[in-house]
């Protein structure tokens, strides 16, 4: 159970380390495989042209190329075209010094050809690789696994049980009920209901993350907490494919950590569903890490675009991105911003 001290403490400098990982392999990927440098160290291209040259994908190059302005490699230009930055030219090999010799001491860490190959194909060679969180179609997932739906919902409780209650402080306080789609162990869900104690909620999610919902939800109401015995009688754990079953209607539709996870179509098409769940008046939040509107940064979330490249259909998207489907969907956008922790932050639509 989270106490005080634990709200407090931003966690972010421990998921930043986490994630610079996948930051390191897009970088010496870009130098000493793609030869981002070599290739802009002519003049400046649009993000479509050195995508074009570089032969890369939409998912890859909106992963790369946000990354490389943001370690300040790269920037836009007033001309909107992509330019190497004075330190970006130690990287590149017409420069004396550079850093090229350097840097490529690591290049041929597995885990940066690895990063190579999959910016190449846009994933993995195997593609039943690259699939974690993620139930699309008849296919194999390892969400409708025991063992493996068991290890990713607790892999994601500290984060779960850490964020939901600053999460669940910023939605709306409303009588009603809240439908928490993918909604995984459940806490954003405990959380909310304890704020907002004549209301209901359900959790939708593949049956065998569900069961380990449950198992947390009988803990979440034994805590002690005051309020949370009343929590469980309020809580439908709803099994479905949110693909592709009817989105039950709700008041509050809550999509955490879901979209980075579908490439930018089926995030237009999961808006949607989700805007036709919506009671009129209803409300569609998403908690999630933003790229910047202008795809430049920041560092923290350009490092995990690049983990949820690696491991989901996914990468992180800009607010900007969000608001077009939300908008396409039917819902009224809000420009609010709300930080939580850990790089997250809420946005929100009206339907
Ligand atoms: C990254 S987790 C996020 C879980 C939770 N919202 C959180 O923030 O802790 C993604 C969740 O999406 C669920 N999911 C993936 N594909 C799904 C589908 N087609 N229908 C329903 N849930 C799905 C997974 O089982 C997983 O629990």
Partial sequence: MPNSSTIQLDLAPITRHLRAMFGS??????VHHLHVFDELSAGPLSLSEISNRLQLSERPAMVL???LCAMELLHYDD?????ITELGRYLTQDQTPNLTGY???????????EMVTRLRNDGPLDASEGISFVKEGEGPSPMDDTKLARKFTL?????ARHLSPIVAANISKREGHLLDVAGGTGFYTYEWLLNNPTSTATVLDRPAVLAVAAELLDEFSRSGRPGADRVKARVTLAPGDMLTDVIPQTDILL????FHDWPTPTCQTLANRF???LRPGGELWVHDAFLNDTLDGPLPVTDYSAQLFWGTKGRCYSRSEYRIWFTQAGLQPTSENIPTQMDYGLIWARK
């Fill in 25 to 30: 392999r897009l970088l010496l990927a870009a």
């Fill in 65 to 67: 190329f946000p990354a």
């Fill in 79 to 83: 001309a909107g075209k992509l330019r």
């Fill in 103 to 113: 840097t490529g001491l690591e290049k041929d860490d597995l885990g940066v050809l």
């Fill in 155 to 159: 892999g994601l409780a500290g984060r």
């Fill in 255 to 258: 999509a955490a950590s879901l």
């Fill in 275 to 277: 805007a036709s769940a």
